[in-house]
């Protein structure tokens, strides 16, 4: 949790402290509370003894404060508008000196941990217990001490540097004094020589034990690369799943800190032999190791942090168009002349380029050599500036939110698909991005791709466009491969399975559990003791039609899955529908159940998506009778919310006897308990939906409902 939202929640006593801190106009509350993201992420310590990073945090506040002061105006809050103008001519005060700003900032973040601090340690004391840390994997816990192994590594060898140029400086004085004494006493001259001579060993052997050290340290540092790498493509792939509703942490604060860290030793390390470079044009002899080894040191360092730099220019947030998951679907899907959105990331934190890295947007790059297959133009912004003040903690950021694509016609015949089996659903398209890196006499060229999208033109070719997302996705680790479909692998069904439990948990927050899970996999592929082997291709999934009926697998779930996220949001949540139950389980289920009682299940033959009922009665020999109303679809719950229908839902029987059969819930939960907090609060005569009721939904005929 953020350092100001902790401090928020402290008690009266230390909340009054944190006022009192803030009683003067050198750093507003208001500006603490609105930018507290921000200023907590920055170096504020390093900034005040660094007038260039200073004069960049100082624009990027001022940036800042400008974006909060035109929000307050939009958002018509004279009050707060008016204070930000004023905070922001405060700020101009610092123009001269940003480093004393700098400085009065990091005393506050001080002062703040210190009431923290204390705040934290009272309550240890009071509650006779360690706080716990946050969770974290094994592997992350490593990867933190190693950087602080690393950071701490680097700060020693920077002193060992300096004592080495205080040994060379002191050499070079005694050999510069040597040579002006105009003595003629050989002892002396001799003692002197001997002298140089037992420090310019000293020097040697310094030298010979900073490269020792220089070189153990980079062999350290690429292992935390390789630990970087890992985790980079681990965070990849959490984002990928999550892009298909996957509940996966995708943060990239972690990771920026992490490539932030190492990168910044990287450079120290790189001016480190830049120095030594320096000492050597002062001081050179036979046999000098800087001569021979730091040519190759130079090498890895650049090596180094080359890769490390280059993997650390990511897509944060994949293309989107806008409503995309409003309208149940995710990102990568785009159409064209629809605009989208798309966010790239640089993670090694670097205020010095804050506007300096251009970023530009292409498409096609690597579009499969095909006939037929679709080629488009990018339209809109497509270039734009990495900066800090776009995202919250202060990260490079280029936030491209207005780009669209334009299909460009190849050759005189336009599309023709007649050497190409795909579909146009099942092409796969990336979205690239470019900039350049040029800092402290490294120049390095950055890509990265977005993950495949499926580009459509039409709103009715958005069903099999989402399918195939999900199914690349689910399956595929080569997010290159765009030829994917042309001999798409099989999924298993616990891949499968999975995969679906997504799409419910992101459009209704709760997943599918074991019953509904066997229930679908029973369906699908017949009574069996396990479905661990089974498999499900991508043309049973999305083409062929499911047996006897004229849609396919994944058109009857998708119409589910809007039905429930439309209409069905909070039913699916709380648990009260049953969903996916086979006829033959529904029977055994309710036959050992008390009258009345009732579960909700989805319909098999609604190609958009429906939902019914099935209750159980008792003849008067006491034979149990399941009954089933017709599915309700979504014309039926458009005008009337289903808990209002189970609420109302009557039989007529003899002399037109009004009959309420649904009492109970499966398996024994009173109906208005379950879901009276749902009932409109209108009943009776005054109940906007009787109308609906009495002529439509009063009674189940002999068309509607069976017996068993």
């Known amino acids: 949790m953020a350092q100001w939202e902790r401090l928020k929640q402290l008690d009266s006593v230390c909340l009054q402290k944190l006022d009192d801190l803030y009683h003067s106009d050198a750093l507003p509350m208001a500006v603490r509370e609105y930018l507290a993201h921000w200023l907590e992420e920055q170096d504020w310590d390093g900034a005040s003894r ?26 018509s809050n004279f009050l707060m508008h008016r204070h930000f103008r004023h905070f922001k001519q405060q700020f101009q005060r610092y123009q001269e000196d940003p480093c004393r700003l700098a400085e009065n900032i990091n005393w506050f973040l001080m002062k703040e941990r210190e009431i923290l601090e204390a705040a934290e340690l009272a309550h240890q004391v009071q509650m006779l217990q360690v706080q716990q840390n946050p969770m974290e994997s094994e592997t992350q816990k490593n990867l933190e001490k190693s950087i602080r192994d690393f950071k701490n590594k ?201 506007h300096a890295m251009k970023v530009v947007v292409s498409i096609n790059m690597d579009t499969p050599n095909v006939k037929g297959y679709r080629r488009f133009n990018v339209l809109g912004t497509s270039s734009k500036a990495l900066n800090m003040s776009e995202s919250m903690n202060g990260g ?42 040029n800092l402290h006499g490294l120049s390095v060229p950055l890509k990265t791709s977005s993950l495949p999208v499926v580009v459509i033109s039409n709103s009715s070719q958005q069903q099999s466009a989402w399918a195939s997302v999900l199914w690349f996705n689910m399956l595929s680790t080569d997010p290159k491969n765009l030829m994917f479909f042309a001999s798409s692998p099989v999924a298993s069904w616990s891949q499968l399975g999975q995969m679906l439990s997504w799409q419910f948990q992101s459009c209704a927050k709760r997943g599918l559990n074991e019953d509904q899970l066997q229930t679908l996999a029973q369906k699908l592929f017949g009574k069996q003791d396990n479905y661990e082997n089974c498999k499900i291709s991508w043309t049973r999934f999305s083409k062929e039609n499911i047996p006897g009926q004229n849609f396919t697998l994944w058109v009857w779930l998708d119409g589910i899955l809007n039905l429930v996220k439309v209409y069905l949001a909070n039913l699916w949540e709380d648990g009260s529908i049953m969903g996916f139950v086979s006829k033959g389980t529904e029977k055994v289920l309710l036959k050992k159940k008390q009258a009345g009682t009732f579960l909700l299940r989805f319909s098999e033959s609604i190609r958009d998506g429906g939902i019914t009922f099935s209750w159980v009665d008792y003849s008067n020999t006491g034979k149990p009778n399941v009954r089933t109303v017709q599915p309700f679809t979504i014309t039926d719950l458009k005008q009337i919310p289903l808990p209002e229908i189970l ?44 109308k609906y009721i009495r002529t439509k939904l009063v009674f189940v005929s002999k068309e509607l409902c069976f017996s068993s």
Not at 657 to 663: D, E, G, N, S, T
């Open 396 to 437: 490079m950021v280029a936030d491209f939110r207005h780009l669209s694509l334009k299909e460009r016609k190849v050759g005189s015949g336009g599309k023709s698909n007649s050497d190409l089996s795909l579909s146009v659903t099942e092409e796969l398209h990336t979205i690239h991005f470019e900039t350049h890196f």
């Open 154 to 354: 680097v700060q020693a060898m920077e002193h060992s540097l300096r004592c080495l140029e205080e040994q060379q400086d002191e050499f070079d004085f005694k050999y510069q004094t040597h040579k002006m004494d105009g003595t003629t006493d050989e002892v002396e001259k001799n003692e002197q020589i001997k002298v140089l001579s037992v420090m310019l060993n000293r020097i040697h052997s310094a030298r010979k034990s900073f490269l020792s050290e220089m070189t153990s340290l980079l062999e350290g540092a690429h292992h935390l690369q390789e630990i970087l790498s890992e985790e980079l493509e681990d965070w990849k792939h959490k984002q990928q799943v999550s892009c298909i509703g996957a509940p996966e942490d995708t943060s990239l604060e972690p990771l920026e800190k992490w490539f932030t860290a190492v990168g910044d030793g990287m450079f120290q390390l790189r001016k480190f032999l830049q120095k030594l470079e320096e000492l050597q044009g002062k001081l050179s002899y036979d046999q000098d190791p800087i001569k021979t080894q730091k040519p190759g040191l130079q090498e890895q360092v650049d090596t180094l942090l080359t890769d490390l730099l280059q993997s650390a220019f990511v897509v944060e947030s994949q293309p989107s168009m806008p409503l995309a998951h409003a309208s149940g679907r995710g990102p990568l899907v785009l159409k064209t002349g629809v605009q989208f959105s798309v966010k790239t990331r640089f993670l090694f934190k670097a205020p010095e380029l804050n």
């Open 647 to 690: 609420r109302n839902f009557q039989l007529m029987e003899a002399e037109n006897a009004p009959v309420y059969p649904l009492q109970y819930l499966y398996p024994n939960t009173p109906k208005d308990q379950a879901f009276g907090k749902y009932y409109n609060e209108k009943c009776g005569e005054e109940s906007p939906y009787i």
């Open 50 to 75: 660094d007038s260039s990073r200073a004069v960049v945090l100082f624009q990027i506040l001022l940036e800042n404060l400008e974006n909060q002061y035109s929000r307050f105006v939009q958002e």
